[in-house]
C-alpha cells in the first residue's frame, strides 16, 4: 500500500524551462511535506517543505504547491540548470508518528544544456 | 557545522553474519531516524530515536535494531544478515521530533551481503 506515490519515474526538460514534479497521497493524516533531491551513493539532501496548513511555499528557483482536497503536491524548478539533474523525491509525515517519513519513489529529472 | 555522519562508507559481510552501522548527528539534534533504500522497495523507514528512546518504528523483521546514546549518536544493527538486506542504509537527524521538522541525511553505508 504505497501512500505516496510519485507517477512520473523519469522528467527531461531543457535548460532554462521549468520543470514540475508531482506527488499524491492517500494518508489524510500527513500533516507536512518535503521534498529531497539525490544523487547516486548519497544521501538525500533537503530542498523545501510545506505544512499541511498552507498552499505555497517558496525558496529561490523552488516552490511547492499543495493541494489538500486533491491530496497532491508538486515541485516547480524555474528556472532549470543542468546541476539539477537528479532524482527527486517527495515524503511525508504525520504529527502522531514522529519523524518518520513516507516517501515517493522518485522522479529522475534531467535538465539538458 | 558538521553534517550527519555516517561510518563506514562501505561493508561487505558474508550470510549469517552480524553488522553495526554508525550514525553522528548534527550538533544539537536529538532525533536520529535510520531508512533503507533498495532498488525494489525504494526508502523506507527503519526506526526513530529521541532522547536515548525509540519512538518509532517500521515494518522490518527484528533482526534489525537500534540504539541511541546519551550524546545523540546511533548505531543499528543487522544480525544473521540475508542477501536481501544488501542495501544504501541512511541515518536522518532532526532537532526535534514530530512533523513539522525537516530531516537532514547523511551519506549512507553501502551494504554489500554476499
Known amino acids: 500500500d504505497q501512500q505516496v506515490k510519485q507517477n512520473s519515474p523519469s522528467l527531461s526538460v531543457q535548460e532554462g524551462r521549468i520543470s514540475i514534479l508531482n506527488c499524491d497521497y492517500t494518508?489524510?493524516?500527513?500533516?507536512?511535506f518535503l521534498w529531497y533531491k539525490k544523487y547516486p551513493a548519497e544521501g538525500p539532501t533537503f530542498l523545501i517543505s510545506?505544512?499541511?496548513?498552507?498552499d505555497k511555499n517558496e525558496d529561490g528557483r523552488f516552490t511547492v504547491f499543495l493541494n489538500k482536497s486533491a491530496k497532491h503536491l508538486s515541485l516547480h524548478i524555474v528556472p532549470s540548470q543542468p546541476g539539477d539533474s537528479a532524482v527527486y523525491f517527495c515524503?511525508?509525515?504525520?504529527?502522531?508518528?514522529?519523524?518518520?517519513?513516507?516517501f515517493g519513489g522518485g522522479t529522475r529529472v534531467l535538465v539538458k544544456p | 557545522k558538521a553534517g550527519v555522519t555516517q561510518t563506514p562508507r562501505y561493508l561487505i559481510k558474508t550470510r549469517g553474519q552480524q553488522v553495526t552501522l554508525s550514525c553522528s548527528p548534527i550538533?544539537?539534534?536529538?532525533?536520529v531516524s535510520w531508512y533503507q533504500q533498495t532498488p525494489g522497495q525504494g526508502l523506507q523507514f527503519l526506526f526513530e530515536?529521541?532522547?536515548?528512546?525509540?519512538?518509532n518504528k517500521g515494518n522490518f523483521p527484528g533482526r534489525f535494531s537500534g540504539r541511541q546514546f546519551s550524546n545523540s549518536r546511533s548505531e543499528m544493527n543487522v544480525s544473521t544478515l540475508e542477501l536481501g538486506d544488501s542495501a544504501l542504509y541512511l541515518c536522518?537527524?532532526?532537532?526535534?521530533?514530530?512533523?513539522?521538522?525537516?530531516?537532514?541525511f547523511g551519506q549512507g553505508t553501502r551494504l554489500t551481503v554476499v
Open positions: 536522518a537527524s532532526s532537532y526535534r521530533t514530530g512533523s513539522g521538522t525537516e530531516a537532514f
Open positions: 494518508n489524510s493524516m500527513f500533516d507536512y
Open positions: 510545506i505544512s499541511s496548513i498552507k
Open positions: 515524503a511525508a509525515s504525520e504529527g502522531a508518528a514522529g519523524n518518520k517519513l513516507t
Open positions: 550538533s544539537g539534534h536529538r532525533s
Open positions: 530515536y529521541f532522547s536515548e528512546t525509540q519512538r
